[in-house]
């Protein structure tokens, strides 16, 4: 199985801060990789698909990046309303495998 | 609007079964991948099976095969979770989730119903 793991496990960020999130598989993924967020009690919502692909409504202020085996998820502003828990998600194999999450808060 | 409802989740005893059903609306059905999701209270997110558009392609993950069976009614517009045999370890929130393929364009989970929990305990 592909793994990917996560860094760092938990951050905590001023609003208006720059914030990155990485995501490291075990095995090139070319452009695989996925990224969700969760708050709490709710469902996972897709952020960012084909590692660098803005969903559909999500703000301009999330991006991703990378190819291969890294890979990065960056804020561009930490709003308050973004305190949740990311998870990326690798798609070039079955079983689909997610990182373990990162989990943000705000200062 | 597209949407997606789970149902059928319970606590049931170690080595027990159960149904997991979930409802989808606001898209054409047939034309996608399902998937189950669970997550473990306080844990990640595990993906559990697929199931493709006319039902023909199927997998599960390792801790399930054999176990579980999912299956898809697309006249109803439905997909399922048999859960048989069941263990202390498949205690988890249930998401079905529309599962995306777009090849080099993306593969992806875009829509996720709120879950259905699951409880194995004596």
């Known amino acids: 199985d592909i793994q990917v793991t996560q860094s760092p496990s938990s951050l905590s960020a001023s609003v208006g801060d720059r914030v990155t999130i990485t995501c490291r598989a075990t095995q090139s993924i070319g452009n695989y990789l996925n990224w969700y967020q969760q708050k709490p009690g709710n469902a996972p919502n897709l952020l960012i698909y084909?590692?660098?692909t803005l969903q559909s409504g999500v703000p301009s202020r999330f991006s991703g990046s990378g190819y291969g085996t890294d890979f990065t998820l960056t804020i561009s502003s930490l709003q308050p309303d973004d305190s949740a828990t990311y998870y990326c998600?690798?798609?070039?194999?079955?079983?689909?495998?997610f990182g373990q999450g990162t989990k943000v808060e705000i200062k | 609007q597209v949407q997606l409802v789970e149902s059928g989740g319970g606590l049931v005893k170690p080595g027990g079964s159960l149904r997991l059903s979930c409802a989808a609306s606001?898209?054409?059905?047939?034309?996608?991948?399902m998937s189950w999701i669970r997550q473990a209270p306080g844990k990640g997110l595990e993906w559990v099976s697929y199931i493709s558009g006319s039902g023909t392609t199927i997998d599960y993950a390792a801790s399930v095969k054999g176990r579980f069976t999912i299956s898809k009614d697309n006249a109803k517009n439905s997909v399922s979770l048999q859960m048989s045999s069941l263990r202390a370890e498949d205690t988890a929130l249930y998401f079905c989730?529309?599962?995306?393929?777009?090849?080099?364009?993306?593969?992806?989970?875009?829509?996720w119903g709120q879950g259905t929990m699951v409880a194995v305990s004596s």
């Open positions: 606001g898209f054409s059905f047939s034309e996608y991948y």
């Open positions: 989730v529309r599962d995306v393929r777009r090849g080099s364009s993306g593969d992806f989970f875009d829509i």
């Open positions: 084909a590692a660098s």
């Open positions: 998600q690798q798609s070039y194999r079955t079983p689909r495998t």
